[in-house]
């Protein structure tokens, strides 16, 4: 077993050497590695399509005739939007987790037919990090989560301390190596992810979507920890993000899903993104059928509040040390027909706002007064809680008896957000995003007053949020007025009239959007 | 029960091996629940409430007596309606003889269950779950990540039924057409249909989860063959057996003891007089002894609250 683990070192440590050899800097390393022996991964003429049962015609092809290589100790990054098939190009690299399906062509790993390695070689070169924090970790505790791999592959006792504590230092994890999992922040979790996939000390690390659930800040420090891994530690990584603005700074190579082929791309390019809501009408194809009006002049002195919280103070759990005020005197005013944005970091008591005002919840102290409340919509983080029914077509349909649509304005809607395609379909079989979609779908097929939407462009690509952001403002061109959540300034900057900063569980102050992420120091776009 | 994951080091058993905790508590519940002499049940009570004062505090503990008292009373009321023997009576009323005797094997039975009680919820705290996955060892590494992926599921079920029921009465646009003017705040019951549909939810929710989570799992090299290891947490140091070997032995003794002054003691017809024995000290030792081993520990750490 010793002998074995040793042997999984070897690249790693080679990999040290050579970045330790290189002046530091991602442009200086390219040179020196490009005549390494070997690229960490590399493709050549890879095509992959999933598996249809039998009888039927075989599907299109999500990787198709792929040429690529990632030099080790590269950062790379894989760009693409939802559906251009970046989880399925990663998974390739990883046989033991690879969908169902034909491939053809080579793929390779540290100079290895990826598809012959055993899931012991596989588990011990290459870590992978899911999409989601929440299901990706199996264990009760910090601790047993990060030596839960070192665990299946049987490293023996003084190894894993040692593995475990280095990574648990790497990290600045100990202050909470003994907390429950459930107990950790967003933040945290997806830290503790990283940190136990590399535990096991890969060589390489393959990360999807890591960042899609962390505030600003928290995604510039996850990215900067990511980066001293690959540089410290010599592990070649690859990133695959719709959103790559970010982390453009830190990588050191892209490519671009195009046609199921990555293209190497120049990392400048990933540097612009363009706007949400064009200035002549919205942007994509998609959404030409929903007009988004521009965001309207912010009142100073709003009319007649529809929504306000007056000195709200909230805490879940009623004793003892759990029960911390998450609210500690929030005061909140919306006018009607007004979308007010709410920024914060992880934890600052966005979600509680919301909650507040949807009535969830009651302020411990303090009042919450919603003359909405007749007719509102909350979309949760989760997009899940709302959908229950075995189709999408069922699903859209749900509601249509009690707040009176028909078929007909379903229809219209669902092809307004690109499901029109997809109405057969079970809701679960759809992309994260696109059930994000559904779910606000159905939520403005009811013409709410008050929409509240928690986190709506969370896990969307480009397109999606494009969406998003024009029906906001066609919903609040119509009178509706809205309450959300974000992280992403770009959409909010799109959609929003006003802006409040959460902080300190107060609502530190309340700006015209354009002034507020003007005058930002953290929320800049 | 413990408000995190980690288990405080400030607490009797906090600082040893759980081996030394998992021996106490077996003693202790099975002694108490096998003797019903009235003296051993009483040092038993105080103990459990004692050392659950210490992990819990007084008032949560003082709270959880609201409705143990009840109960002991229920139980100590009852049992004379059941049972007809004893030779004192205390009075008649009706049908019913209310007889000495009875009365105190109801009582003794009361606080024989309030003290399991106290007990088991005491070793919940002390012995948290990864604490005794430390003890459940490498041979079982199927069973043991189910278990705590049990445990885990259980909560993360609640909090999501919570959501799902929660964020469904907030949707109130979809409830009825749409009114003008301030309405009611959406109510917090949720139907019977609106059951049905949340567990629908969960389950679905629950299978997506479970796809992934086992993606994952292959993902780090679960059941990649070969065999397991198991990372300590804690060593089993010389000292920890010593403790388990001496917390054992007290045990061994308390249990005898306990076994002569229950032959000598019986309810029925007559109970025989109480005397002072020096029997009952060895069981003081240890029923006491958790909660005297952190009093002592927090005065001389200067934070007894």
Known sequence: MRVKTCGGEGPRQRAVARAEGQAAGPAAAQPALDHASQPALELEDASFSYAVPAGELAGPEVVSHASARVPAGAFALLVGGTGSGKTTLLKLFKPEIRPQGALSGAVRVLGRDAAAMSPRESAESVGYVFQSPDSQIVCDSVWHELAFGLENLGVPQDQMRRRVAETCYFFGMEPWFHRRCADLSGGQRQLLALASALAMRPSVLLLDEPTSMLDPVAEKSFLSLLRRVNRELGCTVVVATHAPRAMVDFASMAFCMEGGRPRQVPLDSLREEPALIAAGGPAGAASAAVPGPAPRAFAAVPSAPVVSARDAWVRYGRYGRDGAWVLRGADLQMSAGEVRAVVGGNGSGKSTLLMAVAGMLTPQRGRVANALSGSQALLPQQPKALLSRPSVEEELMEWAPTAGYDRGRMLAVATSFGLEGALARHPYDLSGGQQQLLALAKLLLTRPRLLLLDEPTKGLDHAARSLVAAHVRRAAAGGATVLLSTHDVAFARAVADSCSLLFDGQVALTQPAGQFFRESWVWRA | ?305
């Open chain 2, 1 to 305: 029960m413990s408000p995190a994951g980690s288990h405080r080091a400030d607490v009797a058993f906090g600082q040893s091996h759980p081996v030394v905790a998992a021996v106490y508590f077996a003693a202790v519940i099975g002694i108490g629940t096998l003797v019903t002499q009235p003296v051993f049940v009483a040092i038993s009570v105080a103990g459990a409430l004692l050392f659950g004062t210490c992990l819990q505090g007084a008032l949560s503990t003082a709270r959880r007596l609201r409705w143990q008292l009840p109960m002991v009373a229920l139980v100590c009321l009852a049992n004379p309606l059941f049972s007809h023997s004893g030779a004192t009576v205390v009075a008649t009323l009706g049908p019913v003889t209310v007889r000495l005797e009875a009365l105190a094997y109801g009582l003794c039975m009361g606080g024989s269950l309030v003290s399991m009680l106290q007990w088991v919820l005491d070793a919940a705290c002390v012995l948290t779950e990864d604490r005794l996955l430390e003890l459940s060892g490498s041979c079982l590494p199927v069973v043991s990540t189910m278990v705590s992926m049990a445990i885990q599921l259980v909560p993360q079920l609640r909090r999501r039924y919570g959501v799902v029921s929660s964020t469904r009465s907030a949707c109130t646009c979809a409830q009825a057409p749409a009114v003008e003017g301030p309405a009611v705040a959406p109510g917090k019951g949720a139907s019977r249909m609106g059951y049905v549909n949340a567990s629908t939810v969960l389950m679905a929710w629950a299978m997506e989860d479970s796809v992934e989570r086992a993606d994952a799992m292959r993902a780090r090299g679960w059941e990649v063959g070969g065999p397991r290891t198991r990372y300590r947490l804690q060593t089993l140091r010389a000292r920890d057996v010593v403790l388990a070997t001496a917390v054992g032995s007290l045990a061994l003794a308390c249990a005898l003891l306990a076994w002569v002054a229950q032959s000598q003691w019986s309810f029925y017809p007559n109970m025989p007089a109480l005397v002072p024995w020096w029997g009952y000290v060895p069981y003081m030792a240890l029923s006491l002894g958790p909660a005297v081993v952190t009093a002592v520990r927090r005065i001389r750490e200067g934070s007894l609250r």
